[in-house]
């Protein structure tokens, strides 16, 4: 392998939406997954989106720093309202990362 094929390689990425209830985090199906690399975040619109809806939502995505939130199809509310930058790491072969996104 290539150094650079490294740094290229697209690292599959799942988006989990849950909220705390009762103390419990607790999943919450049914949210519009969207990114955009962190460097662009003020930017107003998305770059990029999941085709899927949250519990299904899962997508290859290069690694890097990324700004990820939730919005339901009805609404354009964001969550979470105050977003950090997420790193997406590089991962050996066919290994997966699970990101949850707090809506409270």
Same mark, same amino acid.
């Not at 103390?23 to 085709?51: A, H, M, Q, R, S």
């Not at 939502?57 to 990820?68: H, V």
């Not at 939730?70 to 964001?78: D, N, Y």
């Given at each position: 392998?290539?150094?650079?094929?490294?740094?290229?390689?697209?690292?599959?990425?799942?988006?989990?939406?849950?909220? $705390?209830?009762?103390?419990?985090?607790?999943?919450?199906?049914? @949210?519009?997954? !969207?990114?955009?690399?962190?460097?662009?975040? *003020?930017?107003?619109?998305?770059?990029?989106?999941?085709?899927?809806?949250?519990?299904?939502?899962?997508?290859?995505?290069?690694?890097?720093?990324?700004? $990820?939130?939730?919005?339901?199809?009805?609404?354009?509310?964001? @969550?979470?309202? !105050?977003?950090?930058?997420?790193?997406?790491? *590089?991962?050996?072969?066919?290994?997966?990362?699970?990101?949850?996104?707090?809506?409270?």
């Amino acid at each position: 392998m290539k150094l650079d094929d490294k740094f290229t390689r697209p690292v599959k990425v799942k988006i989990v939406t849950r909220r $705390i209830v009762d103390g419990k985090e607790v999943d919450v199906p049914g @949210y519009i997954i !969207k990114y955009k690399l962190w460097f662009l975040k *003020d930017e107003k619109t998305p770059l990029f989106n999941f085709t899927n809806p949250t519990l299904s939502a899962e997508k290859s995505i290069t690694p890097g720093n990324y700004d $990820i939130w939730a919005e339901l199809p009805s609404s354009s509310k964001q @969550y979470p309202q !105050k977003r950090t930058r997420m790193r997406i790491p *590089d991962v050996d072969g066919s290994d997966a990362i699970t990101i949850v996104l707090l809506l409270n």
